[in-house]
């Protein structure tokens, strides 16, 4: 299953949670030297922000206390965004620009660009893996500070190879010229709907195989020197098993076939064995390639199917007319759903896995699925919602029904015009038991100028679970902290407009994330309530709130404001 990234207990423990970090072989760590040399990139498999982007200085695939990081920002750009013209290493650069920069102190000949965690902007969802770039001394003369280079699936699968005849028979079967992995192929002024195939295939394919070994290898991510995610090995294990071949087969070929994928999943396997024996890791009592054969088998069969899927999806859409930005979208998010089930499958199949596959690729049904995109390329369609649907029966069959298919309620709104603004939201599965009390609430304030599609934000977070009536908290909990952090609307259109609001809050100097998103009216024991939808990784809940969106009024200024903002709704006394 997916790995986690924020907790279980609700919003205030989703912004509380550690954004985890990223970080092989040996690496030139080079020479210290009183330098500040910015290095500026784009992070795309869709557009991902808030990404962590590193430096990884000795390629171990996670990041380590002593490696220089950054965030990526709304456009997935880290450093400078020339679509704004922002210097984000600049000297007055605000606060909230400085989380954008990434810049190294030593002086690097080459050295490993890695990015791993926060959200695709096509699909509102979270980044599933790792990507990398190599970086030289010649890519950073080649391309000036203004110029940001391309970080990509593309960029990863070459980042693993060392000699360069290799990468060169690797560029051939990508059937690519080199010069291609610096474009970015979804610019909405020269698309490369080509390459964006390409880099999708490679990636959710890697997603799949990384997924069966996560699920085994525990420690991923956890032990010190581990890589963060299980994708950086794949990928390595994917560029061998392709370079293996007496003439490099187009890449396609590779992912397509089960007993190649197999290998691959065996050299990856190996290459993490080796790594928890040299750190004296407790291996599992079971490899991750045999839980049972027949999982192993459903993995590659679901792996080896990501190309068709692809295929499909774009090439049906290339005949759409939408904008290149708008197929993009749809193509995405149709796939991600695809994604997400495949690695969210238990110990039993999932039929409805098998039933999208049979939709996305089936000839027959080409008005329905050209329907399905349409819906898919707007900003109502969740792909949460759609990862619900079993894409078969009534709700299939009819391209009328296409547009309802995983759309907002009737009667959301997006967000716009949120500055100045408050949102108090709570979750109404309190409890009253009055030695195990139960109440969490957050209170969020959105500042900036009129017309601002992101901001500070400051929020009143209150988390009761476990303490009782006569104000004992116990560990963990809060009657209303005060943090602080920034929001921003998750591909605003030209209108301002977003259904996902990204947060990004610092809280004892750690940053943690999460996503909202509206859904609309509900009814709760005969009270109205605007719903709002939280996304955390593959975990989502609805949070409630009364009034909705409303004037903020006096903005707190510490924790005892928001003690007072949030009052107890479960009878737990105030802390004299």
């Known amino acids: 299953m997916r790995k986690l990234l924020f907790r279980q207990a609700g919003l205030v423990v989703a912004i509380s949670t550690v954004l985890v970090g990223c970080g092989g072989t040996g690496q030139d760590e080079g020479v210290s030297a009183n330098i500040r040399e910015p290095i500026s990139g784009l992070a795309i498999d869709g557009y991902l922000a808030r990404s962590t982007v590193y430096l990884d200085t000795n390629n171990n695939g996670t990041r380590d206390p002593w490696e220089p990081y950054a965030f990526t920002d709304n456009d997935g750009y880290y450093s400078y965004n020339p679509k704004t013209d922002t210097n984000y290493c600049a000297s007055n650069a605000t606060a909230m620009d400085q989380q954008y920069c990434l810049v190294s102190n030593t002086a690097l000949a080459d050295v490993v660009v890695r990015i791993d965690g926060g959200y695709d902007i096509l699909t509102g969802e979270p980044f599933l893996g790792q990507m990398s770039r190599r970086l030289s001394v010649a890519d950073r003369n080649e391309a000036n500070y203004t110029s940001p280079l391309v970080l990509s699936p593309i960029t990863t699968l070459l980042s693993n190879i060392d000699i360069e005849s290799d990468r060169t028979s690797m560029v051939s079967s990508l059937g690519?010229?080199?010069?291609?992995?610096?474009?970015?192929?979804?610019?909405?002024?020269?698309?490369?709907?080509?390459?964006?195939?390409?880099?999708?295939?490679?990636?959710?394919?890697?997603?799949?195989?990384?997924?069966?070994?996560?699920?085994?290898?525990?420690?991923?991510?956890?032990?010190?020197?581990?890589?963060?995610?299980?994708?950086?090995?794949?990928?390595?294990?994917?560029?061998?098993?392709?370079?293996?071949?007496?003439?490099?087969?187009?890449?396609?070929?590779?992912?397509?076939?089960?007993?190649?994928?197999?290998?691959?999943?065996?050299?990856?396997?190996?290459?993490?064995?080796?790594?928890?024996?040299?750190?004296?890791?407790?291996?599992?009592?079971?490899?991750?390639?045999?839980?049972?054969?027949?999982q192993l088998d459903r993995t590659l069969h679901l792996a080896s199917n990501i190309g068709s899927v692809v295929d499909r999806l774009v090439s049906v859409e290339q005949e759409s007319g939408r904008t290149a930005l708008e197929s993009a979208t749809s193509v995405s998010k149709l796939l991600e759903s695809f994604v997400i089930k495949s690695v969210d499958e238990g110990e039993n199949e999932n039929p409805s896995i098998d039933a999208s596959l049979?939709?996305?690729?089936?000839?027959?049904?080409?008005?329905?699925?050209?329907?399905?995109?349409?819906?898919?390329?707007?900003?109502?369609?969740?792909?949460?919602?759609?990862?619900?649907?079993?894409?078969?029966?009534?709700?299939?069959?009819?391209?009328?029904?296409?547009?309802?298919?995983?759309?907002?309620?009737?009667?959301?709104?997006?967000?716009?015009?949120?500055?100045?603004?408050?949102?108090?939201?709570?979750?109404?599965?309190?409890?009253?038991?009055?030695?195990?009390?139960?109440?969490?609430?957050v209170k969020l304030y959105f500042k900036g100028e009129a017309g601002d599609v992101d901001g500070?934000?400051?929020?009143?977070?209150?988390?009761?679970?476990?303490?009782?009536?006569?104000?004992?908290?116990?560990?963990?909990?809060?009657?209303?902290?005060?943090?602080?952090?920034?929001?921003?609307?998750l591909g605003a259109n030209e209108n301002a407009e977003s259904h996902s609001l990204l947060m990004t809050v610092t809280f004892l100097g750690t940053t943690y994330q999460a996503i909202i998103k509206p859904a609309g009216m509900g009814m709760v024991d005969n009270q109205n309530y605007h719903v709002y939808r939280f996304d955390f990784d593959d975990d989502f809940r609805s949070w409630h709130s009364v009034d909705g969106i409303q004037e903020a009024g006096v903005l707190p200024s510490n924790s005892l404001d928001c003690e007072d903002e949030l009052p107890s709704r479960v009878g737990l006394q105030k802390a004299i």
């Open 358 to 441: 049979q939709f996305f690729t089936d000839d027959s049904n080409k008005p329905l699925l050209e329907a399905l995109l349409d819906s898919a390329s707007r900003d109502n369609l969740f792909v949460s919602e759609l990862v619900l649907n079993d894409f078969s029966g009534d709700d299939f069959d009819d391209v009328e029904d296409m547009g309802n298919v995983a759309s907002l309620p009737e009667g959301t709104t997006p967000f716009s015009g949120v500055v100045g603004m408050s949102l108090r939201v709570g979750d109404l599965n309190i409890r009253t038991n009055e030695n195990n009390l139960k109440d969490s609430e």
């Open 176 to 294: 690519i010229e080199l010069s291609d992995i610096n474009i970015d192929y979804l610019n909405v002024n020269n698309p490369r709907p080509d390459l964006m195939s390409t880099a999708l295939t490679i990636h959710k394919t890697v997603t799949i195989l990384s997924d069966r070994l996560n699920d085994t290898y525990t420690e991923i991510g956890k032990e010190v020197g581990v890589a963060s995610d299980p994708s950086s090995y794949v990928y390595r294990s994917l560029a061998e098993v392709m370079l293996a071949s007496p003439t490099p087969e187009p890449f396609r070929d590779t992912l397509s076939d089960t007993s190649s994928l197999s290998r691959v999943l065996d050299n990856a396997e190996t290459s993490l064995r080796d790594i928890y024996d040299r750190k004296e890791i407790d291996l599992p009592e079971v490899t991750g390639r045999v839980p049972s054969q027949q």
């Open 456 to 489: 500070e934000l400051i929020a009143c977070a209150k988390h009761i679970d476990g303490a009782k009536s006569n104000g004992s908290l116990g560990e963990g909990n809060t009657r209303g902290e005060l943090v602080n952090g920034f929001w921003s609307l």
